[in-house]
Structure formats: C-alpha cells, structure tokens
C-alpha cells in the first residue's frame, strides 16, 4: 500500500517526461548502436563503405557535442520554455535521421549526425530538469530510479529491434527512430504540462554568457577539474561498446553458436531475432547491454552503496575494464555475452557513482554548476573513443585494412575499394587471390594478425582511468 500511495504522488507531467525519455532513447540507441556499422560497412549492403578513421571523426566529433553543447541548450530551454525546445528537438532528430538516411557521402553524413546530435543537445538538459522539478525529497530517490529505468527500457528495445529491421533494409532502422520521435509529438502536446519558471530580467545572450561564467567558476577548483580529466578515460573505453564494439562482432566473431544455443530451447525467439544465415546481428549482441541493467542494477546498487563513491567507482570501472577485455579478445559469442554482462556490471557499479560523487563534492550553494560541468568528460571522452576507434582500430583490429596488408605483402595486384569497387568485392577478389574462402579467410586473418590486441589498448585505458582514480584518492583527497 505504501508504494502505491507513492506511486500517486507523481504528477501527470513526471510520466509524460519518463514516456517521452524511454522513446527518445528508443529512437537514439535504436540507430545509434547500429550507426558504426551503417557507416563502414559495404556500399553494396546499403550501408556508406566509409573507413574506421572517417566513422570515428563522424561519431567522436557528433556525440562530443551532443554533451557539451547542453551548457548552452540548458540555458536557451530555461529561457524560450521547456515545451518549445522539446518540439524544437523532435524536429531536429526527425530530419536528422531523414538525411543520415539520405546521404551517402563523408562530408554530408557528417553535417547530418551533427545536425542530429545538437537536436539531442536540447533534449538531454530537459527531462532530467522535470523529473527534479517534479519530486520532492520524499519522491526523487524512486523517480530518478524510475527515469534511468526508462533510459535503459528504451536503450534495450530500440536496438533489439534495429537488429531484426536492419537485415531487411538500412532504410527500416531511420524509419524506426522517426516513428517514436513521431510519438514524442502527441505525447508532448497532450500530456506535458510547461513548469513554472521565474521570469528574470536577464535576456537570452545573458543566460547562455552566464552558463559559461558558471563553468569557469566551477573550474576554479583544481581538484575537481583533476578528477573530470581523469574521467575521461573511463568515458574513452566505455564508449567503445558504441564506437568498436558492433564492428569487431560483425567483422570476426561467429555468432552462430548463439543462435543455435537460443533455437535449441526457444526457436521462435532464434527466428524472430536471428539472420536467414543462422546467427546473431552485432546490434542485437550489443543491446544486451542495456538488457542486463534493467535486470541487475538495483542489485548491483544495493551492493555497491556500502562504499564510498570514489571506491565504488575504482572497482567498477576495474570490473568494466575485464568486460572489454573478453568483449575484444576472442571468438566465441557466448563469452563476448559474458563480456558484455561484466561490462555492464562495471557500468551499473561506476557511472552512477560518477554522479553521486559530485553531487558530494560540490559546495553546498554550486550543486547545479558541478552537475552541469559533470558532462565534459563525457563529451571529452566522445572525441578521444573516436579517434581511438578510428585510426587505431583501424590499423590494429580493422578487417579489410589488414586483408590489404595482406595482399599488398605477396604483392598481389587488384584494384582500390572506390565507388566501382565495394569491399565486399575487394574481399571477393582477395579470397580468389588468397585461396581462402569465408571463415577460412577470417581466421587466417585472427591468427596471423592478431585484432584480438585490440583489448588491451582499451582495457588498458580503463585500468589507467582506476590507477590515476586511485592516487588521486591518496594524494590529493587524502583522509578528507
């Protein structure tokens, strides 16, 4: 009875904004976890043939903003009013996902994701702002469970279903995102209610000068600014489940065996979800993320609210950084699953944390300025897993880069992947050359090449972020 009588206590507006939130993030990881994909694989599948390095500038520099530029998008929503922006938002993803569906070239699918991503600019300060505007001390605790709830609802379903729509064409995945941006529109104009905001004297220029004035206030601090850096490399291996993760998948590992595992026990989940082929997309693998937080992070919350922020952080972030390493080491698709469950572990143990400890070490009258700033190393850790996913992926764990090494080594001639030649043809070619066909070619590849050293440069990266946590932990927060 006490959890019902609770549950009465949120207001129609807090459900509209949690309904709006699960679909925005339905439409967002929907395309969002198969996009590296879009953007690499060959023309002659629907999808760009771009390379590693021009996907990371595309994906880095687009999701960098989608973080950053909330300290002015805050500021303009406060002003012009939450339900114009929202609206403002929803037409910007909507032909944001029209033209990444439309274009086919490196420099307007980059004009296109930007356009996205500052659409998804002025979305992100908004529904977190309602969910505290609309509970009290004694409602914010289970209605900020409820919003990450709905965050992690929406970012399951959205790519399961990408995964199923993107083997009958590329086209169905856009389409998807702008139909439940399409039911944010109704929900929005019939349920959200605007907040009361005090109107200040201050024009809009002011606001969003201000909203700087803010940041280099709360940066003052040189201990605060000394952990953000040292954050960004926990955001730079974490972004890798988005950025490397569907690609190493869809490029090396036989995903057949879970498949066959699922249809052993339940064949119309393996049908529904699988490939004519008899395996799993790389998108689907992926989504498993968000799968295993719905299910475990009220436990793993539970466990880890016994330690102290800055502890807890440490060993989840150690535990994510074992996750990657199985994510990216070998072949076999039922331990990169278990990978991806020891990732998200981490993830469930660390990431709120990050929030919890500077909520903590924010001055009492600066919470809201340390919480605004929180999102820097995020942004910054965009544009580091970009270029980390570009180039260096590329030349360490990149499929068709190292089948050209290949090539180039036994000086066999064929022609450039371009626009006449696609790199499924290229690969068509080099397996002729090569007398290697299929998995033959993939695992002369893996054991001669080795991708799998991928890991440790990313869990490296993330034992990194846990070794610099620790010694600022003891030398310069020390006994405080």
């Known amino acids: 009875m006490g959890f019902i009588s609770l549950m009465k206590k949120y207001n129609t507006t807090f459900w509209a904004s ?13 395309f969002y976890l198969a996009f590296a994909l879009y953007l690499v694989n060959s023309k002659d599948t629907g999808a760009l043939g771009l390379t590693q390095a021009q996907k990371g500038v595309i994906m880095g520099t687009g999701s960098m903003l989608l973080y950053f530029l909330p300290v002015i998008t805050g500021a303009i929503a406060d002003k012009v009013g939450y339900k114009k922006i929202l609206f403002l938002s929803f037409t910007l993803y909507v032909s944001g996902f029209y033209m990444i569906k439309s274009f086919d070239t490196f420099g307007w699918m980059f004009f296109a994701f930007v356009w996205t991503c500052v659409g998804g600019a002025f979305f992100k300060p908004i529904i977190s702002a309602m969910v505290a505007r609309t509970t009290t001390d004694e409602t914010s605790s289970i209605g900020f469970g409820i919003f990450y709830m709905m965050i992690n609802i929406g970012g399951f379903i959205g790519p399961f279903i990408a995964g199923i729509l993107m083997q009958k064409t590329w086209d169905y995945v856009f389409y998807m995102s702008i139909m439940a941006i399409g039911v944010n529109y109704i929900i929005t104009l019939f349920f959200f209610r605007e907040p009361v905001i005090k109107e200040g004297d201050s024009s809009l220029l002011d606001n969003i000068l201000q909203a700087f004035v803010n940041i280099f206030t709360t940066l003052k601090n040189w201990k605060y ?27 090396w590992v036989d995903t057949s065996v879970v498949y066959n595992g699922i249809h052993s026990f339940w064949p119309w989940l393996a ?40 502890a807890a952080m440490m060993g989840g972030i150690l535990v994510l950084a074992g996750g ?28 709120p944390k990050f929030t919890e400890y500077v909520g903590r070490i924010a001055p009492p009258d600066k919470k809201a300025l340390y919480m605004g700033t929180s999102f820097l190393p995020i942004a910054a850790g965009h544009q580091l897993a970009g270029w980390l996913s570009g180039g260096v992926y590329e030349k360490i764990a990149d499929k068709i880069y190292l089948l050209q090494q290949e090539v180039t080594s036994r000086g066999i001639s064929l022609p450039e992947i371009s626009e006449e030649v696609t790199k499924n043809d290229y690969v068509e070619m080099a397996s002729e050359k090569l007398g290697l066909q299929g998995t033959e ?24 972020a846990v070794v610099f946590l620790w010694l600022y932990d003891r030398f310069v927060i020390g006994k405080n």
């Open 441 to 464: 070619l993939t695992n002369f590849l893996w054991n001669n090449y080795h991708p799998a050293n991928i890991w440790m440069i990313y869990a490296g990266v993330a034992v990194g």
């Open 18 to 30: 949690n309904t709006i939130e699960l679909f925005e993030r339905w439409a967002w990881y929907g």
């Open 324 to 351: 990657l390493g199985l994510m990216f080491s070998n072949q076999s698709g039922w331990l990169i699953l278990l990978g991806v469950l020891i990732f998200a572990l981490g993830e469930m143990a660390s990431s």
């Open 225 to 251: 600014v000394m952990f953000l850096i040292i954050m960004i490399l926990f955001w730079t291996a974490f972004n890798q489940l988005y950025y490397s993760f569907p690609v190493f998948i869809d490029q």
């Open 271 to 310: 049908e529904s979800i699988g490939t004519s082929e008899g395996t799993i997309t790389a998108v689907t693998m992926s989504s498993m993320d968000s799968f295993y937080i719905i299910i475990f992070q009220l436990m793993v919350s539970a466990f880890v609210m016994r330690f102290r922020p800055l």
